[in-house]
């Protein structure tokens, strides 16, 4: 079932579109600021995002602006008042996908629903089918657990491709030492957090430029690591 995010302070827009889309058997969240609502697109489970343009606290722009740019892919259909091209333009700029100008019909928002989710489907199948990730100077595939730098395979080890996906999965985000390693060897593993560090310094040497100056995986001081990826 696909799950919806409507983001729209007018309560009887929101309730009505929420009723309408749940007949169609969606999954629906409403939040009725910006705020709640990129709180909930942070949280990355919706199939797709109605987003209102003029929002109390943060505007519908702001919110994709913010989402895209924390790597938040979810669908965003905008919703424009009547006679704002200019708008829509800056809408599409900021990482939306498509727009519907109120008052709208029903009919016409479920197409453009049934459409961008469609397409999220196809990009959905074609990210798992193509899982090689870039990292740096690092192509890695966690499915086949394979790696090349600079198009020539390299040996990491179990511990480094665990510990790289843990990162890469909570990228741009600090990851904390600890967290690292009960990810990794599971509540009772043996292991200190300097073994931890050890296990950077051999990714580093695999991924940055200049190990020694990290552009990817940073130390974040006194907690633990960030991946950064834009
Ligand atoms: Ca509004």
Not at 134 to 143: A, W, Y
Request: with cysteine.
């Amino acid at each position: 079932m696909s799950k919806i995010l409507i983001v729209e302070d007018e309560l009887p827009m929101a309730l009505a579109l929420k009723d309408n889309f749940e007949l169609e058997g969606y999954e629906v969240v409403v939040a009725n600021d910006g705020e709640a609502g990129l709180k909930n697109a942070l949280e990355g489970i919706f199939d797709l995002i109605i987003l209102d343009v003029m929002l109390p606290k943060i505007s519908g722009f702001e919110v994709c602006k913010t989402a895209r740019s924390k790597g938040i892919e979810t669908p965003i259909i905008m919703l424009t008042a009547r006679g704002e091209e200019y708008d829509k333009v800056r809408g599409l700029e900021f990482g939306a996908d498509d727009y519907v100008t109120k008052p709208f019909s029903l009919i016409e928002l479920l197409a453009r629903i049934k459409a961008v989710l469609r397409r999220g489907a196809a990009h959905k199948k074609e990210t798992i089918a193509n899982s090689e990730i870039v990292i740096g100077r690092l192509k890695i595939d966690f499915t086949s657990y394979s790696a090349l730098i600079d198009d020539i395979p390299v040996k990491m080890s179990h511990t480094e491709f665990e510990i790289l996906k843990h990162l890469w999965q909570k990228k741009n985000e600090t990851v904390k030492r600890e967290d690292i390693m009960k990810q990794v060897y599971g509540v009772d593993g043996e292991i200190t957090s300097r073994t931890i560090d050890n296990f950077i310094v051999r990714l580093r040497q695999k991924i940055e430029i200049d190990a020694t100056n990290p552009k990817y995986i940073i130390t974040v001081h006194g907690l633990g690591y960030k991946l950064v990826l834009s």
